[in-house]
């Protein structure tokens, strides 16, 4: 499948966002104080410019942006329709939170309880519109959700940790906790591409063509001898070769380093302790960045084996 | 609310308006002449269908009939006349008013009529119009004319016409209906394109039907074909050989057809060394004598109920020994050496298929027979109760033409069928009317006349012997193509692709003006362009070019127009008056003559005019006799039109057989009728008269069908045409070799003219394998486009924007090439870099491509980078000329027809560098951009339907296959 | 609205035969003029005469090679939407613009909703969508739905535009719900199947696969023994009666 940028970005970005707002969510139904004051305002504030942004820019490479509006009406069975009308719910009790951290009063439990459960339900939902797609077989899988989840919830963890750390509230145990939730999305991780390893593939130019109870099947001739919509949106695979070099990049710009990072983070103070804080989170970005990247590129659309991919 | 929520299925507009206007007209993407109608919206074409009132199509259409709309509104249409301000081939030229292009070419042709006409090469490539353009001709009185056959498919109309009366291409076709095996030879795509494709369909929805394709490649008909053969290129006569051999060796023979229909009885003077040695034995009164089997007397070829020997000499009164013809032809192929197995590995056919077709083709000739319930009446006056065929058909084409060996190929493939008694019998091979016409049909090439005099016949003719050669007192050629002469004495289509060199050399003499319409000569038509270019821009030691005037008619900017000095910009096939006439190359079918007219559906929305209004002005301006009246007006003011109306030859014929008369009722002949475009148009600019039942079959022997033929003025005479497995045309001129007769050829040409015009069919080998150049290399048209025609196109240029090279994986591993890869073709003429594919359905020693698409840079409408240039590439560079390597160098053609043997190219493949990949060679400077072209086409937001708020009606179901089947009536 | 009918009271489709389709492109291109000025108007072309030509076309046709136990086969293979009756395509439709009909099953886009999302393109397995750039929308085969119900064409001319087109008959057009139709009885008579069974669509257009090769004879020719002089001997002898 072809990596549009956009999508890229608004769902590393989004995930990232959704993923903060729940780990302070976590950390307010915790008890825990600075998910009560000033960081947690900040890291709301973030989380709404990155899930904002994610969401305008998805928006603005739609064919029609202004009818997007339409794109809240068939929830009934559309995960696309789901992930508009969840995000925009998230809103309301995120907004509510915040405005409410911004005057200093408590906080009511339901609002960061709504605001996560939305916020994890929209990832899902966002997981769910390519995990619905039989027509990608590395989509089709379960590890897909359960793959965004995590990486929303660790990239949401590295975030909330450098947030703490800048303004001198993070613990070993944060730094900890974030190592875990890093080390679950990598193993997460690793594990889809088992599976990816070992994918039969649901269909293929036999059974696209039903020539191949005849024998094996081979393309002589594309209908057209230059690209097409179908190939520039769904025909692109990466090689194997540059796969692995990504996967390779993947795991330490996800996993091994902020994880690393993350740790020394946690058993520094000061400066050193915002420097490392701020590396793993670049280094987390790249890795999302990639890992999305590669999401889109390793995945092989039925339509390719028409054209004898 | 519900809408907003969108729960309501959203209204379609099931009836909005379709079109305006509809008006019909013969399409010209090819060589069908498919009629369409034209659906126009506000006077822009909203869609092109097939007409189903139409007898070629019947309503169906192909990619480019449906593609039309794109062709008509390409940017590659030339909007103006030019002349050339720059050097030949630059591409510089200044626009022009009509009026000044006319002056300069009355000019240069005046010039010329008075001085010597023959300095007037006027050719034409992929038109309709030979009738015309060949009269034209012939008025102005130059003998160098012709259209674009010699380098088409000659071999196969001088094959047939010559042993049939009849041929393949479009002059024959299978009875689609009945037949219940169909061997196809070497055909990728063919004129009569959608009728071969509507009896494809028909005779697959057959369970008892069977079609073999023998062809190289697995594409397009030969995908759907029962069963293909991959044969090696140039073999195809060595296939049919071995049937025949397989044949005569289990007696599978229609004797009684051969008796009746052929002159393989006929008794051949055997005297070597006379003057008559080959030719018939004739009685007093010139009859052709045969030996009765019952009383062993000689009697007369045609007499009723003859029963003749087919073997045995005899002694004639007259002391000389003859044989009929059946037995040198059963000698010949008998021979071990034509046997199944000994031809297998030179075909590249296994011996076992080749037995088990000819055991296939004998079962359904001999055991499946087809019989029709009506009555015959032949010329022997015998009435016939039914009509009984031998069902099985064949059809050929460029794969079989296009090779030096591919007259006699053709001949044998005809050789087959008389054997078979499958011509013109029900499930057989049946002819189109006119035809079947004398053997050959009457009319010599033209000689030359007087300057200023016209010609006393049409410049092209069938020669029947030595005496009609037109040639000088010394033998040599006196047609700058050299056509008809002792190099190429069957050149019944000229030679179209000798013109540019002789002409530069000066072979026989020079040339004043070569005036080509539609024939892309400086690309894709000519055999080693980069000579071609150069012959088109040599200069003598004056400075003036060798060819001085070039002078160039076409729809479109092609490669051929940088090299004009004039260019006379002709119209679409939508914006003219055309006629498809049964004079040219008509549209009748098996069951009846037809003919069409296209009308002008638009009008020019620039300054060009049709071609052939064209001709008539010039033809005006120059007084030619059959253009001016006595007093020097135009004949014609109307243009081409008014020509169409009221141009007459003998008998009454014009240029249209339907509506004739004052009052219109006469069909063939008549007096012109004012209103008969009219009628035409009316009917769907076409014309078609059915042939009785009882005329449909036989015809050669059908005496009620040759009356009706003579009255229609298709043939002379109302007499019985005999088939002809031995041409004693052809031994004529083997005589003249021997050294008999006053007319013979000069010395070098003795050996050549006696191996190669042998009266029987012959099996004649390629050359030698060359260990160098062990692949065969050959092109195919798709079928979605038309030779160079496709490119200029929008639509069907996305189908196919470059050409890669088709390998087999065998072959391609053996030159260390994997599918996707760059390889240089190389042959003894030249170099071409290429990307290769892979596939399965190829003879491993061939390879192939798909014709015409490599493109010059700048041409055709197309940006400087458009993949046609920079990554399609041509086989035609690779082509020589001229072969031959005892020292004397002859044109790279058939003997006998000078038909271009494109197919005969050998090459070897040799793997490009990493450098070296990406891009085509050879690489020509590109053209300068004309126009810049639109980025984006959106044409149909301005003509969709507006809502007609007509209520949905019931839908109505369509079958393809079966459904035809039925309403032809073929289940039976 | 996305989501499917439950049923349709008919399911028109396409039935395509492998074994007569030649590949001649009729169909992908009558599909294309037809369109360009139809319900989808136009089928945007970009970069029509450059380096790069790209069109919006609903009706493809690809070539296949298929190794047999045997040898092996060209198949000349056409393909456009299937008019699925669990189309994908639909229910993924976030705007409701993809809908399929309840009277005919005719899966469509409503371009007027369409916000160019591209999702139902990447949901149907068969490649029969296109979006169009230029319009931000998707378009696809409409079964020509301005065609088949529509008065203003005579009668013969009321069928998809790529059926009446084709010139060996390898198209056919008709309800495949009613099992008493012609398009049915030709399914049921050749084996007509559907692409991708797997994927789960229920596609409603059928593919029928080539025909087995008609047997004609498997002995060859008896040949008289003895060669050419015994031969000539035969026919000397040879009286036809």
């Not at chain 2, 016409?161 to 009945?178: R, V």
């Not at chain 3, 970009?46 to 090679?65: I, L």
Request: proline share 6%.
């Amino acid at each position: 499948m072809n990596p549009a940028y956009s999508i890229i970005f608004f769902t590393t970005a989004a995930g990232a966002g959704y993923g903060l707002l729940t780990l302070v969510a976590l950390y307010a139904l915790a008890g825990d104080a600075a998910a009560s004051a000033s960081p947690a305002l900040f890291a709301l504030g973030l989380a709404g410019v990155l899930v904002t942004s994610g969401l305008l820019s998805s928006t603005a490479h739609l064919g029609h942006p202004g009818r997007a509006w339409r794109a809240l009406s068939q929830w009934r069975s559309s995960w696309l329709s789901r992930e508009g009308v969840l995000a925009l719910a998230c809103y309301v009790p995120a907004l509510i939170w915040a405005w409410q951290l911004s005057r200093g009063t408590d906080t009511a439990p339901a609002l960061p309880l709504c605001s996560a459960v939305l916020a994890l339900a929209t990832v899902y939902a966002t997981a769910m519109i390519y995990a619905s797609l039989k027509s990608v077989d590395a989509w089709h899988l379960t590890a897909v959700p359960v793959n965004y989840l995590l990486l929303a919830l660790a990239s949401g963890a590295v975030l909330w940790l450098a947030i703490r750390t800048w303004m001198s509230v993070a613990t070993l145990t944060d730094a900890t906790l974030t190592a875990a939730l890093i080390a679950a999305a990598g193993v997460g991780k690793w594990s889809y591409w088992q599976t990816l390893a070992r994918l039969t593939p649901r269909s293929t130019l036999g059974s696209a063509t039903g020539l191949g109870t005849l024998g094996t099947v081979s393309s002589l001739a594309w209908p057209h001898t230059e690209q097409n919509y179908l190939l520039k949106e769904m025909g692109f695979v990466v090689a194997r070769r540059h796969a692995d070099k990504l996967r390779r990049s993947v795991v330490m710009c996800v996993g091994v380093l902020p994880v690393g990072v993350a740790m020394l983070s946690g058993l520094s103070t000061g400066l050193v302790a915002s420097l490392l804080a701020g590396l793993a989170v670049v280094t987390l970005a790249i890795g999302l960045v990639l890992e999305r990247w590669l999401f889109f590129a390793e995945a092989k659309h039925s339509v390719s084996l028409f054209y004898g991919r | 609310m519900s809408d907003l929520l969108n729960q309501a299925e959203p209204a379609v507009d099931t009836a909005p308006s379709a079109a305006d206007e509809i008006k019909t007209t013969t399409c010209y993407m090819c060589a069908c002449r498919c009629g369409i109608r034209v659906h126009l919206t506000n006077g822009a074409v909203r869609y092109i269908d097939g007409n189903p009132d139409h007898p070629v199509n019947r309503g169906v259409i192909c990619a480019k009939g449906a593609s039309g709309i794109m062709q008509q509104y390409s940017p590659a249409r030339l909007t103006k006349p030019l002349l050339r301000v720059g050097p030949r081939g630059a591409g510089e030229f200044r626009e022009i008013e009509w009026a000044e292009a006319l002056d300069i070419a009355a000019g240069w042709l005046g010039n010329i009529r008075q001085r010597a006409p023959r300095e007037l090469a006027f050719f034409t490539g992929r038109d309709q119009s030979q009738s015309f353009t060949g009269w034209w001709a012939q008025q102005f009185g130059t003998v160098n004319y012709a259209a674009h056959g010699g380098f088409c498919s000659v071999n196969m109309a001088a094959a047939g016409l010559y042993s049939i009366g009849g041929s393949f291409w479009e002059f024959g076709e299978p009875d689609w209906a009945h037949t219940r095996y169909f061997l196809l030879f070497g055909v990728a795509e063919d004129h009569a394109s959608n009728p071969i494709k509507i009896g494809i369909g028909q005779l697959k929805a057959r369970p008892d039907t069977k079609f073999v394709s023998v062809n190289p490649v697995r594409t397009g008909y030969s995908a759907v074909a029962d069963e293909w053969l991959g044969i090696r290129p140039g073999t195809d006569g060595l296939f049919v050989a071995a049937l025949i051999n397989e044949l005569l060796a289990a007696d599978k023979v229609d004797w009684a057809s051969l008796a009746r229909y052929t002159n393989a009885p006929w008794l051949v003077i055997d005297a070597p060394g006379t003057a008559e040695h080959g030719l018939f034995a004739r009685d007093t009164d010139g009859q052709p004598l045969c030996v009765d089997a019952r009383s062993g007397e000689l009697v007369p070829a045609r007499t009723v109920d003859l029963a003749p020997r087919f073997v045995g000499a005899v002694e004639l009164p007259d002391g000389r020994r003859a044989a009929p013809a059946f037995e040198g032809f059963a000698t010949r192929f008998l021979d071990p050496g034509f046997e199944p197995a000994a031809v297998a590995s030179a075909c590249g056919i296994d011996a076992d298929s080749i037995r088990r077709v000819a055991a296939e083709i004998a079962a359904v000739a001999f055991e499946r027979t087809v019989t029709l319930d009506v009555p015959w009446v032949d010329v022997w006056g015998r009435r016939h109760a039914q009509m009984t065929g031998r069902p099985v058909s064949m059809h050929a084409m460029r794969g079989i033409s296009a090779h030096a060996n591919g007259f006699h190929t053709c001949r044998l493939i005809h050789a087959l069928q008389m054997l078979l008694g499958t011509i013109d019998v029900p499930g057989g091979f049946r002819y189109k009317p006119p035809f079947p016409r004398p053997i050959p049909p009457a009319g010599s090439p033209a000689t030359e006349s007087e300057a200023g005099q016209p010609l006393t016949r049409m410049p092209l003719g069938f020669p029947r012997g030595p005496e009609y050669l037109l040639v000088d007192a010394h033998g040599n050629p006196t047609r700058i193509d050299h056509a008809f002469s002792w190099e190429y004495p069957l050149a019944l289509h000229g030679m179209l692709h000798t013109v540019i060199h002789n002409a530069w050399l000066s072979d026989p003499y020079p040339i004043d003006t070569l005036f080509l319409y539609m024939a892309n000569m400086a690309w894709n038509s000519s055999m080693d362009i980069a000579a071609t270019l150069h012959q088109l821009t040599d200069r003598r030691a004056d400075g003036e070019y060798r060819i001085p005037h070039i002078i160039y008619s076409d729809a479109y900017y092609s490669e051929t127009v940088p090299y004009a000095d004039l260019i006379l910009p002709d119209t679409t096939y939508l914006e003219r008056w055309d006629c498809i006439s049964l004079l040219d190359r008509p549209i009748s079918d098996a069951n009846g003559a037809a003919d069409a007219i296209r009308q002008p559906v638009l009008v020019p929305d620039r300054d060009v005019r049709a071609f052939q209004d064209v001709l008539l002005e010039l033809g005006a301006r120059l007084a030619l006799p059959g253009m001016t009246q006595a007093d020097g007006t135009p004949r014609y003011p109307g243009g081409y039109a008014d020509y169409l109306l009221h141009h007459v030859r003998t008998n009454d014929v014009g240029p249209l057989a339907g509506w004739r008369g004052s009052d219109g009722s006469a069909s063939f002949r008549g007096a012109p009728n004012e209103d008969q475009l009219e009628r035409y148009i009316e009917h769907g600019c076409f014309f078609r008269a059915e042939l009785p039942h009882t005329q449909r079959y036989f015809r050669y022997a059908n005496q009620p069908y040759l009356e009706h033929a003579a009255q229609a003025g298709w043939i002379g005479a109302a007499q019985t045409i005999t088939l002809e497995l031995y041409s004693e045309t052809l031994q004529k001129f083997r005589l003249a070799a021997d050294g008999h007769g006053d007319l013979q050829p000069p010395a070098a040409l003795r050996d050549r003219i006696a191996t190669h015009f042998d009266p029987l069919p012959r099996w004649q080998p390629l050359a030698a394998a060359d260990a160098d150049y062990p692949l065969h290399a050959l092109t195919q048209r798709p079928m979605h486009m038309y030779h160079s025609w496709g490119s200029q196109n929008a639509w069907l240029r996305q189908l196919t924007t470059s050409n890669a090279l088709y390998v087999h994986p065998d072959t391609a591993r053996a030159a260390g090439l994997a599918d996707g890869d760059w390889t240089w073709i190389l042959s003894s003429s030249g170099r071409v870099k290429a990307q290769i594919k892979t596939m399965h359905g190829v003879n491993r020693d061939t390879v192939w491509t798909w014709n015409a698409i490599g493109k010059r840079s700048g041409s055709w409408g197309l940006d400087q980078d458009a993949p046609e240039s920079s990554v399609g590439f041509l086989l035609n560079h690779l082509i020589p000329t001229h072969v031959g390597s005892t020292g004397r160098a002859e044109v790279n053609a058939d003997p006998l027809t000078g038909q271009a043997a494109w197919f005969d190219l050998k090459v070897r493949l040799e793997r490009c560098t990493a450098l070296e990949a990406g891009a085509s060679a050879p690489v020509f400077a590109p053209f300068p951009a004309r126009t810049a072209t639109p980025a984006v086409l959106r044409r149909g937001l301005a003509l969709k339907g507006t809502p007609t708020g007509r209520s949905a009606i019931t839908h109505r179901e369509y079958l393809g296959g079966s459904a035809q089947a039925e309403e032809d009536g073929t289940t039976q | 609205m996305t989501m499917l009918p439950s049923s349709t009271a008919k399911k028109l489709g396409l039935v395509i035969d492998l074994d007569t389709c030649v590949g001649c492109q009729a169909c992908a291109t009558s599909c294309k003029e037809w369109n360009d000025a139809g319900h989808s108007a136009p089928l945007t072309d970009t970069d029509p005469y450059g380096a790069a030509p790209d069109g919006v076309w609903f009706n493809r046709v690809h070539s296949y090679e298929v190794q047999t136990p045997g040898g092996s086969k060209t198949v000349n293979f056409p393909k456009s939407c299937l008019h699925c009756d669990n189309a994908p395509c639909v229910t993924v439709c976030p705007t409701g613009a993809s809908f399929k009909r309840a009277a005919d099953g005719i899966v469509l886009v409503d371009a007027d909703k369409c916000i160019g999302c591209k999702l139902c393109s990447w949901a149907c397995p068969y490649g029969a969508r296109e979006y169009d750039a230029h319009d931000g929308v998707m378009k696809k085969c409409t079964l020509c739905v301005d065609r088949i119900y529509n008065e203003n064409l005579e009668e013969a001319a009321r069928v998809p535009a790529c059926v009446a087109a084709c010139p060996t008959g390898a198209r056919s057009f008709g309800d495949l719900g009613d099992p008493h139709s012609g398009v049915s009885a030709l399914v049921r008579a050749r084996g007509g199947y559907d692409l991708m069974p797997e994927q789960g669509c229920a596609p409603v257009n059928k593919y029928l696969p080539p025909r087995a090769t008609p047997q004609i004879t498997q002995a060859p020719l008896t040949r008289h023994g003895g060669g050419i002089e015994s031969a000539l001997l035969r026919w000397l002898d040879k009286i036809l009666t």
